[in-house]
Each structure stands twice: as C-alpha cells, then as structure tokens.
C-alpha cells in the first residue's frame, strides 16, 4: 500500500498539472518517458496549446474513455524525441511497444467521438478481450502471434485465469499479444470453431499466427504458468509443428 502510494506520488511529481489544464503537462522527455510507462495504455495530446484543433476534443474523449491516462505536452523540443514535426494525438501501448499516431493535419473531420474510437480500437493492452472493437488493434499490431486464452466468462476459472495469464505477458512484449476469448458469447463460435473447440471443452490455450495463417493448441491439462510459458517458448524455438492442430491427431505433448 505505502510502496503503490510512494510511486504514484513520485510518478506526479514529474507532471506539472496547471490548474487551467484539463491534462497533466509533460514539460520534458523525462516527464514524458514516465507517463508512458506509468500505464499499459496512454495518450499524449502533442498539441501547441489549449487553443490548438483537437483540445477540446480530446478532453471530451478523455472523460468516456477514463481507464486511459491521458496528458499533453507543448514542448517541441519534446516532440522530436517521438519524430513527431506537427500537432499530433498519440497512443503509446506496453503490449507491444507500439506507437499509435493521429496527425490532427491530415484528419479530415475531428470529433470527440472519432477520438474515442481511436483510443478503444487501439487499446491494447497485455490481456486484451477480444471482440469487434479490439480486433481491429490486434490485427493491425506489428506483432502477429497472439496467445488465445479461452474460457468463458461467468466460469469459475474465468478470472484467475486472465489475471494468471496478464501477469505472464509481459515477458512476451513484442513476440505474442495475449487475447482472451469468451466463450459464452456467440459471436465467439466461429473462432472456436476454427480451434475445433465446442464451448463445452472450455478452458484452453492456444495460438495463432496470422503471417502463416496456423494455429496450435496447447495439449488438454492445467492451465498453469509454467506450462503456458513453456507452450510459448517451444513456438519460438519452432519446435511446434508435431503438436495438435484443430481436427489432427495429438503427436507430441508438451
């Protein structure tokens, strides 16, 4: 409690936040840098001022879209760090180191309501549900490997799950994005489906690589980290073209 107290308020110290700013200023990179990786998804406004095109429309997003930080920054000295040359909304991400930029010059119709879909399309986070929204962020994400979990919400394992798999991926940032699937939802069949899954053998893991367009599933058994990391890092080693694919026989085990 005292530790999480100490580094929020060692995290705002950098921050200078007027009190004419609906928005924490970032005065320099430092400050900046820390208000990247205070979060697993925020938002900076590189904007010259409260009068720029975009502002206002950004503090309205930023009040539907509470759970992402959001902060400005008006030094350009600054903005150069993030090759950035003119007034620009930027989405950073943890889960993939990725660099989301809205150039407010080439956006032809600018509403608080375009902002917030930016924001939910690209909010990537280390476990990301999945849904129509989110495939959009993880389909365009330069990391093309994502690590399935499915189970359905409700389910007993359901949440001790997700939270046992977010706590993993960040060992895996840039080489899976982990995506969790629920499977009491029917729009979710068809991706079952094409696990050869039925919601009723729910839960399992598995993964897909869109580059090549094939998947794995990780052999029936606890849902463990150990075994999790372990399915994960046999799939970088390529030591897993002999395991199960959707409708063929089990060859190894891992």
Known sequence: M??????????????????DSAF????????????????????????EGEE?????????????????????????????????????????????????????????????????????INEVRYITEYNQVTAVGLFN????????LFASRGSKEYTE????????????TGKFLFVMINGAVKSNSRSLGYFGLKSKDLPRV???DSDSDMKWLMPEGEISTERVREFCESFLRGELKEVKQAGEEAKTEL
Not at 6 to 19: D, I, P
Not at 161 to 172: H, V
Request: glycine content about 4%; some cysteine; aromatic content about 8%.
């Open 2 to 19: 005292l530790i999480t107290l100490f580094f929020t308020l060692m995290v705002s110290s950098v921050f200078s936040a007027e009190k």
């Open 24 to 47: 924490p200023r970032l005065t320099d990179t430092k400050a900046a840098e820390a208000f990247i990786d205070s979060a697993e998804v925020v938002v900076i406004g590189f904007l």
């Open 52 to 120: 720029s095109r975009g502002y206002q429309e950004l503090v309205s997003a930023a009040k539907q879209v509470d759970s992402v930080p959001v902060a400005i920054c008006t030094e350009k000295e600054v903005w150069a760090d993030y090759n950035l040359s003119s007034d620009t909304i930027t989405l950073f991400r943890k889960a993939d180191n990725h660099q989301e930029n809205l150039v407010i010059a080439k956006a032809k119709k600018l509403e608080a309501d375009g902002l917030v879909n930016f924001i939910t």
């Open 141 to 148: 994400s330069g990391v093309k490997t994502h690590l399935l």
């Open 161 to 172: 799950l997700k939270e046992r798999l977010g706590a993993l991926a960040p060992d895996f």
């Open 206 to 208: 598995g993964i897909y």
